[in-house]
């Protein structure tokens, strides 16, 4: 079995994988190292894993908001991002409201005074702002909202980064029928682990810090914040089975680096311990029972909670 997690984001630099190998000893992870070139991401994970079924987590959207996708898509999520591969200009971001559209849904592309995600939906032809997130996006009892798919202004935001993923490479191996498998869209995640075969699903920094029983004191973006949490992570890996390697040991002790990809690598560990996480049964890999989910929305890879009630706000 082969395990991994990419942290991904529009700028290359901050792009970062973590993999995990199973043998009879458990597992062991590796240090997390730089994505590299896109186009051949997933064969080289398949080449790395030896043949072995590879679970792999991202953390980019993969799914539509229902609203949008009640609207103006037909047939489920895997065959609207087949479509994209005619549709270029989908991802082209738009500067001004007056260019938003259902085909160019991504907005905005600088800030302006006075821009609100309520008049982004307005835009879209859609009731609010709540409508542009997905029912994973939203806050739950345990932890803040997510940014909504389409939104693509400030430090939290998702949208470039599912613009790169999505045009770049998942489009690209699903118009080359290459070996993979979306989560939940094709079924639960266990299931989907077949030799030869990636299972790609979305996870959440967030999630995982939970899923983990790990909490941090200050800001994962601070290098003294993520030392600090170098014996937990240590001691959440040795419940689940894990051996670090040396140099993941390594980049523990250092925090991660004092460099702006520190971040980025501790989000890497952490989503490839949530994939083992369900790989062992502990959190469920199966999204809800709701039909939105598995066919439109998707889902955050061993979620549990709901979403909050009327947490999400037209701001």
């Known amino acids: 079995m082969f395990a991994a997690h990419a942290d991904w984001s529009l700028d290359a630099r901050k792009r970062f994988v973590t993999v ?13 190292v730089p994505v590299g070139p896109v186009e051949n991401f997933l064969d080289r994970l398949c080449l790395a894993a030896k043949g072995a079924p590879v679970a792999l987590g991202v953390d980019f959207s993969l799914g539509l908001p229902r609203a949008y996708a009640a609207r103006y898509a037909s047939g ?12 270029p200009s989908f991802f082209q971001v738009c500067t001004t409201l007056n260019d938003v559209s259902p085909d160019r849904p991504f907005y905005p592309a600088r800030g302006l005074k ?7 939906a307005a835009a879209l032809g859609l009731p609010d702002a709540r409508a542009l997130s997905r029912a994973c996006d939203a806050a739950t009892a345990i932890r803040r909202a997510g940014a909504p798919l389409f939104w693509t202004l ?6 470039k980064a599912a613009i790169a993923a999505w045009r770049d490479m998942l489009v690209p191996a699903l118009m080359a029928n290459a070996s993979i498998d979306l989560w939940p869209f094709a079924g639960p995640f266990r299931a989907l682990l077949a030799p030869g075969r990636v299972a790609v699903a979305e996870t959440y920094p967030a999630e995982a810090l939970r899923h983990l029983g790990l909490r941090i004191s200050g800001s994962k973006r601070r290098q003294a914040d993520r030392l600090a949490m170098a014996a937990d992570i240590h001691a959440a890996m040795a419940t689940l089975g894990i051996r670090p390697h040396r140099a993941l040991s390594g980049m523990l002790a250092d925090g991660f680096g004092a460099d702006a990809g520190g971040e980025d690598r501790f989000d890497s560990l952490l989503g490839v311990l949530c994939v083992i996480n369900v790989l062992a049964g502990n959190r469920p890999d199966t999204a809800p029972n709701d039909p939105w989910l598995t066919r439109w929305e998707g889902w955050v890879l061993g979620q549990t909670e709901w979403p909050k009630e009327n947490e999400a706000k037209d701001n």
């Open 154 to 159: 400030g430090a939290n935001q998702v949208g």
């Open 20 to 32: 995990a190998r199973h043998d009879t000893r458990g597992w062991m992870v590796a240090a997390p």
């Open 76 to 87: 489920d999520f895997v065959t609207f991002l087949r479509a994209l591969a005619n549709r």
């Open 114 to 120: 006075g821009m609100t995600r309520a008049a982004h």
